[in-house]
């Protein structure tokens, strides 16, 4: 067997956390730095100055799970004034629960899913907000993070999601919402952190984060370095091994002036999960899903892939600069340049693809899916923020410029062989191409080969953007929150195949635009009703997945043009016991229209809608000194109301219809609760509970994923002032349940019970 893979240092992992592991030894590392430091007493909801040095999201007490403001300038008000549903995720939730990746962190947000990828959707990060596919609306610090990514969050210091569409904030996508992870950035006083985790299933992970200042206090440098290896409960032969560093360094501390700079690096190097073959209610040669889940040959453990041919390389690196100054006590001029590079390589087992030797001979066909990406990105955003008053009214207002050039390009592997053989031979049958259901070998030898194919795709977008919001005091008690934004979008996508050259372009120009009004009954308290557009242009992934209004070569007739979606809402918002708990709650009907369906065989019209109509609660924060609570509850009534006709690959039109079925990857009811409790002031027991709704896949809603409820519990304990132990248990009953499903072939099963014990220390 001949392949040719992406170099990638192998031995960089171990000598990173061999590093790790002496400056723990030597005490001078201590656990994941808590939350922001502290940055202004509660009192008066003035406006925001955001500063590249500063730390928002984060209220005085760095511990609590309650957050007061969002990161971005872009939003001109404090939470409790905002009129749109927002979750912030803070560093005590990701600590406490023991995240690790975007896909645990968002497990406490209930609306969100994760739907699988394989070789045209990448696998990596694919999260679902209210029901529409979110992949390509992952924000760092305000600026769109491009690219099929598995995230990290060694580097993260908080997470905010802003639920219903959200172009007047960041431009393309976003229907159902985006998400902005915002990263630990250099602070004004010494401090040393990190740990390590030792867990079940050969779990090893170390952290270290340090910062230092110097020139007379007057700067600052960061360091966060991360080193992760594991093995995955409940999965024969899974690994995942990665590695990072994200160095940080600030200038002008306490200023009118302060610049930043920031790189982040990642490394992965895994043994994919193949996922679990959905299983069919017929063992006819030709038979159709009918409401069909996984089906795993009676083993939950089976893993169908094979270990000789199978792996995933990832890789990111992320520069970034900021300027910021403050023109005056009311003024503040800030500018971002980031140039991005994010990916991916792999070859990865699609468990039999559909092709029925699942449901007529207990087999599976390793069919094999490979992708090779890399996303370059670079962007430049200006952003003028702060308040005045005109007419005796007071505005908080933020406007900006954004420039950002992206490319993708996308090619993979010519594997051999890797058509459908009919697997009627079950034990490391066909050279390793078929294996059995119920009891398959990953230690299989496969006498095929993989050879690197250089054909592919080149897609290439420019977008410029100008917008700008602004909060008016109307009087105490009434505000107006307002926002506009306009957008240029111009991609092309340029193939080379065995066929032939093809070459697609659009240029595409929206207005984007949102409006909130909110009343305050009292200071603590706000009632509100909003109105949001987001706008999803042809080729707004760049390359980097499958998209409903992406680019379409051979049909007779494409509009191509932007998909729109509106959002009505109507909410409340509520700061109590003494501003320590934070409770929201809203209705809203989000209905995304002029969207490209099919109309006949290779005819496409801009005409299709789908709707969801839903009701989210959430609490967070502090019920007494002792106990804390972050929690939520969404109900998403989804409805294709106009899904086009049915087609395949070759959009050639088939009988039947989709519509009135339900949207894929969106649950009727999610809910999430974790909870901690202060026994003494050294002692700490939490534990958390999730359950989601049942699933579909796709939107014939054939096959799907049942629901299921997971239990998480933890424990900690402080040794002294310098050292906590942090015992955390997930899934506690150790549920077999799958978090990811694909549209047609397969899903994405969860891990199993897994135990971590971390060892934190704080100087």
Same mark, same amino acid.
């Not at 696998?123 to 598995?150: C, E, H, K, M, N």
């Not at 592997?413 to 009627?424: A, D, K, L």
């Not at 305050?520 to 997945?545: D, F, M, Q, R």
């Given at each position: ?86 979750? !912030?995720?803070?560093?005590? !939730? ?6 690790? *990746? ?59 999601? *802003?639920?219903?569409? +959200? ?43 340090? +910062? ?26 899974? @690994? ?19 610049? @930043? ?96 030797? !699942? ?136 193939? +080379? ?14 207005? +984007? ?42 049909? @007779? ?207």
């Amino acid at each position: 067997m001949s392949r040719t893979i992406l170099k990638i240092p192998v031995s960089s992992p171990r000598m990173l956390a061999s590093a790790i592991g002496v400056a723990l030894s030597a005490g001078s590392a201590a656990h994941l730095a808590q939350a922001a430091e502290n940055t202004e007493p509660k009192g008066e909801r003035n406006p925001i100055s955001l500063g590249a040095t500063n730390i928002t999201g984060q209220d005085q007490d760095n511990t609590s799970y309650q957050v007061e403001k969002a990161s971005s300038q872009k939003y001109t008000a404090p939470l409790v004034d905002t009129p749109r549903s927002v979750t !912030v995720v803070p560093q005590q !939730v990701l600590k406490d629960t023991a995240a690790t *990746s975007l896909q645990d962190a968002l497990r406490t947000v209930p609306g969100i899913t994760f739907g699988a990828g394989e070789g045209g959707n990448p696998q990596g990060d694919r999260p679902f907000i209210r029901g529409f596919d979110a992949q390509g609306d992952t924000y760092l610090d305000g600026v769109r993070d491009t690219g099929g990514q598995s995230r990290e969050i060694f580097d993260i210091e908080s997470i905010e999601v *802003s639920k219903g569409p +959200n172009s007047s904030f960041g431009g393309r996508g976003s229907a159902g919402g985006s998400l902005n992870l915002v990263s630990k950035t250099p602070q004004a006083r010494d401090f040393t952190n990190g740990g390590f985790t030792y867990g079940s299933d050969q779990t090893r992970r170390y952290v270290l984060d340090v +910062n230092r200042q110097f020139l007379d206090d007057s700067a600052a440098f960061r360091l966060n370095l991360m080193s992760h290896e594991q093995n995955v409960a409940g999965r024969d032969a899974v @690994n995942y091994d990665r590695w990072g560093v994200a160095p940080s360094l600030t200038f002008g501390l306490g200023t009118p002036t302060r610049v @930043n700079l920031s790189y982040y690096h990642m490394e992965s190097d895994d043994l994919p999960d193949s996922g679990i073959p959905y299983g069919y209610g017929s063992t006819a040669s030709n038979a159709a899903h009918v409401h069909d889940k996984p089906t795993d040959g009676g083993d939950s453990s089976n893993f169908y892939g094979l270990k000789s041919r199978d792996f995933r390389k990832t890789r990111a690196d992320i520069s970034t600069v900021s300027i910021e100054h403050d023109l005056n006590d009311n003024m503040t001029l800030k500018n971002t340049l980031r140039h991005g590079s994010t990916g991916q390589d792999y070859v990865l087992t699609q468990p039999d693809d559909s092709q029925h030797n !699942v449901n007529q001979f207990g087999t599976v066909w390793r069919r094999a899916n490979s992708r090779v990406s890399t996303t370059t990105t670079t962007t430049n955003q200006t952003d003028l923020f702060g308040n005045f008053q005109l007419a005796g009214m007071k505005h908080s207002y933020s406007t900006g410029l954004e420039f950002t050039g992206e490319e993708t390009r996308v090619s993979g592997y010519t594997v051999s062989p890797n058509s459908n053989p009919v697997c009627n031979v079950s034990k490391g049958g066909m050279g390793g191409n078929c294996t059995s259901l119920s009891n398959p070998n990953p230690d299989d030898a496969w006498n095929g080969n993989v050879a690197r194919n250089y054909n592919g795709t080149n897609t290439k977008a420019t977008s410029r953007a100008a917008y700008v919001f602004d909060t008016i005091e109307l009087d105490p008690k009434w505000l107006l929150n307002v926002g506009l934004r306009y957008d240029t979008f111009d991609t092309q996508a340029n193939t +080379n195949a065995a066929t032939g050259r093809t070459k697609l372009k659009d240029d595409s120009q929206f207005f +984007n635009w949102q409006a909130g009004l909110v009343w305050k009954p009292t200071e603590n308290g706000s009632i509100y009703t909003s109105y949001a557009t987001s706008a999803s242009p042809v080729g707004g992934l760049v390359g980097e997945g499958q998209e409903p209004n992406g680019f379409v070569t051979g049909i @007779n007739t494409s509009d191509l043009e932007p998909e729109e979606t509106v959002n009505y809402e109507l909410g409340t918002k509520w700061d109590l016991f003494h501003d320590r708990l934070s409770l929201t709650a809203a209705v809203f009907r989000t209905e995304k229209k002029n969207t490209r369906i099919l109309v006949s065989s290779n005819t496409f019209e801009n005409g299709g809608e789908s709707r969801v109509d839903g009701l989210e609660l959430s609490a967070s924060g502090k019920i007494t000194d002792q106990w804390q609570v972050f929690a939520g509850y969404s109900y998403l009534k989804s409805e294709l109301v106009d899904p086009g006709r049915i087609g395949n690959r070759q959009n050639v039109v088939s009988a039947g219809s989709n519509k009135g079925n339900q949207m894929p990857n969106t649950p009727k009811n999610s809910f999430s609760l974790w909870t901690t409790y202060d026994i003494t002031p050294k002692l700490t027991v939490g534990g958390g509970a999730f359950y989601v709704d049942e699933v579909y896949g796709d939107a014939g809603n054939t096959v799907y994923v049942p629901s299921y409820t997971r239990y998480d519990a933890m424990a900690s304990y402080k040794l002294t002032k310098n050292v906590d132990l942090q015992l955390n248990v997930q899934n506690l009953t150790d549920k077999t349940y799958y978090d990811k499903a694909y549209s047609a072939h397969f899903a994405n099963q969860a891990a199993g019970r897994t135990a971590l014990l971390t060892t934190s220390f704080h100087f």
